[in-house]
Every structure is written in structure tokens, then in C-alpha cells.
Nanobody, 120 residues
Framework: QVQLQESGPGLVKPSQTLSLTCTVSGGSITTSYYAWSWIRQPPGKGLEWMGVIRYDGSTYYSPSLKSRTSISRDTSKNQFSVQLSSVTPEDTAVYYC????????????WGQGTQVTVSS
């Protein structure tokens, strides 16, 4: 059973960089052809896909967030991370990490989500 767990600070100041890590257990992030995504949900709004890192380390980002988003991984710890720079209060959301069987498949495993608030 694959499990994903998000971690990181719950409060970030405006203009700073938001950094979150997803720790994966029950499966390797390097196994073909899994794709590991970050998704967020602002209060009162729908889910927004932020970007993905594939099993081979390649990354793809939402065009609307591409200039501020970076996704990386630590294969030794079986973790992947997201950094979102120059945050504003509009970046306040519940942030989720999730897995799909491939880039073209829907997410099949999700973390529980972590609340991040951007406020001074």
C-alpha cells in the first residue's frame, strides 16, 4: 500500500518561498512509469495541479505557476519536494502530493494534505 505524507511549514510570509516535502512509503518514486504531482486547493476553490516529477526525474509544470515553481526529488529518502517562490496570500491553500501510474493516468494515491497560510 502506497502512502504519501506532506510536510513543511504551515505559515509562510509574503514574498518568501514555500517549501513542502512529500515522503513516500510502500513504493519507490523511481519505479517506471509513476508520476508524482503536487496539487493545491485554495479555500472555496477547486483543485489546481501545480506540476509533476516523473520516475525518471523529468518535470512538467502548470503554465500559470511555472515561473515560480520548482519540483525536485531525493531518491535516497524516497521524497519529492515543491518550492513556490514569491508567495502572496493568494497562495494560501491545502497542498497535496499524489501519485499517478503514468503521466496520462489519474491520481490513484493522495497524501492527506497540509494547510499552508501565507500571511505576515
Amino acid at each position: 500500500q502506497v502512502q504519501l505524507q506532506e510536510s513543511g511549514p504551515g505559515l509562510v510570509k509574503p514574498s518568501q518561498t514555500l517549501s513542502l516535502t512529500c515522503t513516500v512509503s510502500g513504493g519507490s518514486i523511481t519505479t517506471s512509469y509513476y508520476a508524482w504531482s503536487w496539487i493545491r486547493q485554495p479555500p472555496g476553490k477547486g483543485l489546481e495541479w501545480m506540476g509533476v516529477i516523473r520516475y525518471d526525474g523529468s518535470t512538467y509544470y502548470s503554465p500559470s505557476l511555472k515561473s515560480r515553481t520548482s519540483i525536485s526529488r531525493d531518491t535516497s529518502k524516497n521524497q519529492f519536494s515543491v518550492q513556490l517562490s514569491s508567495v502572496t496570500p493568494e497562495d494560501t491553500a491545502v497542498y497535496y502530493c499524489a501519485r499517478a501510474s503514468s503521466t496520462y493516468d489519474p491520481m490513484d494515491y493522495w497524501g492527506q494534505g497540509t494547510q499552508v497560510t501565507v500571511s505576515s
